[in-house]
């Protein structure tokens, strides 16, 4: 597994959780990271996404303001800090890595297992 994603969970409306992804490759550390949800019968979709080298985020105008992607390059760790959390966010969330600056989710080379997120109104 060169991903791994943690931190899903059962909140309620209004609170927040911090998802977590961690990679095993070294070489991933220069990679373009990125979060994408799904619900089931629904294609995969962009949530954000954090550039290799400058750091630089990018959001889903659905999260925009109330997500925030950041990472721990020592640790090669990245994160999704989500709050202000509504029913609608409700998915399982996987995270991604590419060498392409990319929202398509068919483009990205890597993936985590996927963790579920569930908010409750």
């Known amino acids: 597994v060169q991903l791994q994603a943690s931190g899903g969970g059962v909140v309620q409306a209004g609170d927040s959780l911090r998802l977590s992804c961690t990679h095993s490759r070294r070489t991933l550390s220069s990679y373009h990271k990125a979060w994408f949800r799904q619900t089931p019968g629904k294609e995969r979709e962009f949530v954000a996404r954090?550039?290799?080298?400058?750091?630089?985020?990018f959001y889903a105008d659905s999260v925009k303001g109330r997500f925030t992607v950041s990472r721990d390059i020592p640790k090669h760790t990245f994160y999704l800090q989500m709050s202000g959390l509504k029913p609608e966010d409700s998915a399982v969330y996987y995270c991604?890595?590419?060498?392409?600056?990319?929202?398509?989710?068919?483009?990205?080379?890597?993936w985590g297992q996927g963790t579920q997120v569930t908010v409750s109104s």
């Open positions: 954090i550039s290799r080298g400058t750091g630089n985020t």
């Open positions: 991604a890595a590419d060498m392409d600056a990319t929202v398509d989710p068919s483009q990205f080379s890597y």
